[in-house]
């Protein structure tokens, strides 16, 4: 990771709006206050781990105002199901093949990046200005995951480039780390989901199964050592479960995403975007974000 001098680390520290920097310690507890969630049951994922209490951050105290219970991003609940073999597109009618039948020709960066570039397997294609695959170290040891590309992500062919891009940085900074070394950042979908009025909208489930194909080859190219999924459309497309569940169930536990015979371990934090809009839940977006680099460290010790 790369070295921030401890004023700078500070300064990004705060635009998080997490105010002192402390190292990170645990604490027996978890702070949020919630229910354990049951345990998913999915394909994809075929087990939990139990992970360490989160760390605390210095200055805590126990008058500081938590919400009773974590906030979810504020989407529609109701989504199209997934196709079975062919079905129809909702926004414009036209049959969509299914995922299952993209074909297997991206054994490579240059071959996945082909497809993905040059994919027409659903109507996302017709409104998009560029493809967005990922950016990043193509053999990172981080992999940060998000839902899709927003208005100015379509424009420049890159992920998380907006504000939100901004603060995901920001983020990435006060873990000695930035865009580029050792990370890589892609979207669960590719193109642009826009809605009738050309404005950006969350992708359906039905999108999210036409492009995970794609990023399961990217993730069996990269070969991360941890995975983050930010926010519930990205976490719930990677552990295959439904959108009825809240992000919060998802939170203070690690999952295990199973790709060509490995298992990545994969932490659940909010979208930057929600912490835009939601400042509150910044703390608790820090608090996963120690818990990944932790385990992260022990994942690099097993390979020393």
């Keep these: 990771m790369s070295e921030l001098d401890e004023t700078t680390r500070k300064k990004y520290l705060e635009e998080m709006g ?3 920097w402390s190292s990170r310690a645990l604490q027996a507890g978890d702070e949020s206050g919630e229910e354990p969630a049951e345990k998913l049951v999915s394909v994809r994922v075929q087990e939990e781990v139990k992970v360490s209490p989160v760390p605390t951050v210095a200055g805590d ?3 500081i105002p938590f919400p009773e219970t974590l906030p979810v991003e504020a989407f529609a609940d109701d989504f199209p199901p997934i196709p079975s073999e062919m079905d129809v597109s909702p926004e414009t009618g036209v049959p969509v093949s299914s995922p299952a039948t993209i074909p297997a020709g991206g054994d490579t960066w240059d071959g996945l990046l082909h497809e993905i570039n040059h994919c027409e397997r659903c109507h996302l294609c017709k409104s998009r200005n560029k493809v967005v695959p990922g950016v990043g170290d193509q053999h990172a040891g981080w992999l940060f995951v998000g839902e899709g590309p927003g208005f100015h992500e379509d424009q420049q062919g890159e992920p998380f480039v907006g504000r939100s891009g901004h603060l995901l940085d920001a983020m990435m900074a006060a873990m000695h780390m930035k865009r580029g070394e050792n990370v890589y950042i892609a979207n669960v979908v590719k193109c642009r989901a826009t809605n009738e009025f050309a404005k950006d909208r969350q992708p359906t489930e039905e999108e999210a199964a036409f492009c995970m194909p794609y990023l399961e080859r990217q993730i069996d190219l990269i070969k991360p050592k941890i995975m983050v999924a930010l926010g519930k459309t990205a976490a719930c497309a990677l552990l295959n479960t439904g959108r009825e569940v809240t992000l919060g169930s998802l939170r203070n536990k690690t999952h295990v995403f199973r790709v060509a015979g490995r298992r990545i371990p994969l932490i659940v934090t909010y979208h930057p ?15 996963d974000l120690c818990t990944a680099m932790d385990i992260y460290d022990e994942e690099v010790k097993k390979e020393s």
């Design 18 to 20: 997490i105010t002192v």
């Design 61 to 63: 105290s126990s008058d």
């Design 273 to 287: 975007s929600y912490l835009l809009r939601t400042p509150g839940g910044k703390k608790q977006a820090w608090q």
